[in-house]
């Protein structure tokens, strides 16, 4: 089962006792691994996000492959306010920044307030997002109209040269970078975590492609979590069945209440 450290304090001493993991311990390990190790991996891959060869990473004195936290320059402020901001060692993204709204936007029972997280999370988070791409930025301003209900949550926004985009083009990843706490909090009931992972996902994404993104990747902190020594060419494909079959909600089912 493993051991599980502990501190017990003797005169002005702290000793480090070793005593048997129950399973919840170690699940409790595994849920704040799953965030923190998504936390890592943004901080590390924060710096190529849009380099595609080693020579562009160069061109800003970093180093592939990159395996340390590091110091880099980003260019930010947009087209008209540009300027070189500095990226200290281990700082993450967006994210990262949306995973934590979305953990506290997790009630006990393992649903999302997704009000909550469209009217107040995405509100705030505006003053301090970090990276955030065209869509995602677009998608919580105008979640932020008074008039607006996170169920249809509908926008529009040019990114870069191209003409105005819809909401429902909009396929990026956002929403799947943010699943992980929707996967841990419903660990054990699949439904649950198909439903509220897709309610979760139509507030800022509305293309089908950004919905199965995020349905995928807490498909696979799912397994990676039950079925954890399971060999990678069946977690492969047992991914790539989820995929081929996973089913739109029907419209009289609770992703709309």
Not at 69 to 88: D, L, S
Not at 148 to 176: E, I, M, P, Q
Not at 220 to 234: D, L, Q
Request: overall charge neutral.
């Amino acid at each position: 089962m493993g051991t599980m450290a502990t501190l017990r304090q003797v005169g002005r001493i702290q000793v480090v006792e070793s005593e048997p993991a129950t399973q919840e311990d170690l699940l409790d390990v595994r849920f704040s691994g799953a965030l923190m190790g998504g936390a890592i991996a943004d901080a590390l891959g924060w710096p190529s996000e849009f380099a595609r060869t080693p020579a562009d990473l160069e061109r800003v004195n970093l180093r592939y492959p990159i395996q340390d936290f590091v110091p880099w320059p980003k260019r930010v402020g947009g087209r008209f306010f540009a300027r070189t901001g500095y990226i200290q060692p281990g700082d993450y993204s967006d994210d990262t920044q949306l995973t934590l709204s979305v953990a506290r936007s997790v009630n006990a029972d393992g649903t999302v307030d997704n009000k909550y997280f469209a009217k107040q999370e995405l509100r705030y988070w505006l003053a301090y997002a970090r990276g955030a791409g065209a869509t995602i930025t677009a998608a919580a301003k105008a979640a932020n109209r008074s008039t607006v209900d996170w169920r249809w949550n509908f926008f529009r926004f040019k990114r870069g040269r191209h003409d105005d985009l819809d909401y429902r083009g909009a396929g990026a990843n956002g929403a799947a970078m943010r699943v992980a706490p929707i996967a841990l909090a419903n660990l054990y009931d699949p439904h649950r975590t198909l439903i509220e992972t897709w309610k979760n996902s139509i507030i800022t994404h509305g293309h089908a492609r950004a919905i199965i993104y995020a349905e995928a990747l807490r498909k696979v902190i799912n397994t990676a979590i039950n079925h954890s020594h399971e060999p990678a060419t069946e977690f492969v494909d047992h991914l790539c069945r989820f995929v081929n079959t996973v089913e739109v909600p029907k419209e009289d089912s609770d992703i709309f209440f």
